[in-house]
């Protein structure tokens, strides 16, 4: 009868070890997700980021002009024939939607995208030089990437935070 007690510990013993290391695993788990996420933010950050800037540089007349809307980079309506700066439009990897928040210059084009995620990142130093701004930031909304005109470029003055639209909204 003794014994029957004994095997009861044992394996009650055996499930709370088991469901300890689920745990483990499931927390392990979900850090893992978010720093694949976070790669995945800033690989598409700059892909949005190198697209402004060439639809930017490739302004007919020389004078730099900023994209009014996101599928602008898709397909450029500037120029009579196809010229792409983006194959698609990403999703935010971080909301899971494609919705973006806009980061515009004073006459209304789009100078940079962030996430709108207010979720804070794993990630707080050691970027790249472009993204030495994420630094210390709090949240993914943080984490702006914007295109500035070197010096050579003609700048288009101070920006402002565009409300949050939706890719494909004006």
Not at 106 to 130: E, M, R, Y
């Amino acid at each position: 009868m003794q014994a029957r007690g004994f095997t009861y510990l044992g394996v009650l013993l055996v499930v709370a070890i088991q469901g300890a290391a689920l745990a483990a695993a499931a927390t392990v788990w979900h850090t893992l997700n978010k720093r694949e996420k976070e790669a995945e933010l800033l690989f598409i950050g700059h892909q949005f980021r190198q697209a402004i800037g060439s639809y930017y540089r490739s302004t007919p007349g020389g004078v730099g002009q900023y994209p009014k809307r996101l599928e602008d980079l898709l397909l450029d309506p500037r120029h009579t024939g196809t010229v792409r700066h983006l194959r698609r439009l990403w999703r935010d990897p971080m909301t899971g939607k494609t919705e973006w928040g806009l980061l515009r210059d004073a006459s209304g084009g789009i100078v940079g995208v962030f996430s709108l995620s207010t979720d804070p990142p794993l990630k707080t130093a050691h970027f790249d030089a472009a993204d030495r701004n994420f630094e210390g930031q709090t949240s993914y909304a943080g984490w702006q990437f914007i295109y500035e005109p070197s010096s050579s470029e003609t700048p288009r003055g101070p920006r402002s935070v565009g409300a949050n639209l939706r890719a494909g909204e004006d």
